[in-house]
């Protein structure tokens, strides 16, 4: 499973995770991604801070953050590399999915091929 931080990114993760910190259950502190139903082009990005993997999910590292992955997104996430851009009108996270077929004008959203691979169905 290959999922790519830029250094940008993993800064701001960090600064994140360091900004949520309870101190219990440090050591597990990492972010989750996952895909689900939704967005305007069929699939949306979910990222969020958690301490409690799901049994089933990925578990890697980039530099000092841990990446948990949803397992059954693991197929539409395969090779994903997230970064983060600051500008005037628009900041945060930009997914770049190279199993996207299209992608939503807002960039949180994407379609897959027929909405046919071992991840999350399409609705």
């Known amino acids: 499973m290959t999922v790519t931080l830029t250094e940008k990114a993993?800064?701001?993760l960090r600064a994140f995770l360091k900004g949520s910190a309870a101190e219990e259950n440090q050591a597990k502190k990492g972010i989750r991604?996952?895909?689900k139903n939704g967005g305007c082009?069929?699939?949306e990005y979910g990222i969020e801070i958690t301490n409690k993997p799901q049994p089933d999910d990925i578990v890697?590292?980039?530099g000092n953050v841990l990446?948990?992955?949803d397992a059954k997104s693991a197929p539409l996430l395969e090779g994903v590399v997230i970064d983060f851009i600051e500008g005037?009108?628009?900041s945060g996270f930009?997914?770049?999915n190279p199993n996207a077929t299209d992608t939503c004008g807002c960039g949180k959203s994407f379609k897959s091929g027929d909405c046919s691979p071992n991840g999350v169905p399409c609705s």
């Open 10 to 12: 993993e800064f701001r």
């Open 33 to 35: 991604i996952s895909v």
């Open 41 to 43: 082009s069929g699939y």
């Open 60 to 62: 890697t590292q980039q």
């Open 67 to 69: 990446i948990y992955v």
């Open 88 to 90: 005037v009108m628009d």
């Open 94 to 96: 930009k997914f770049s």
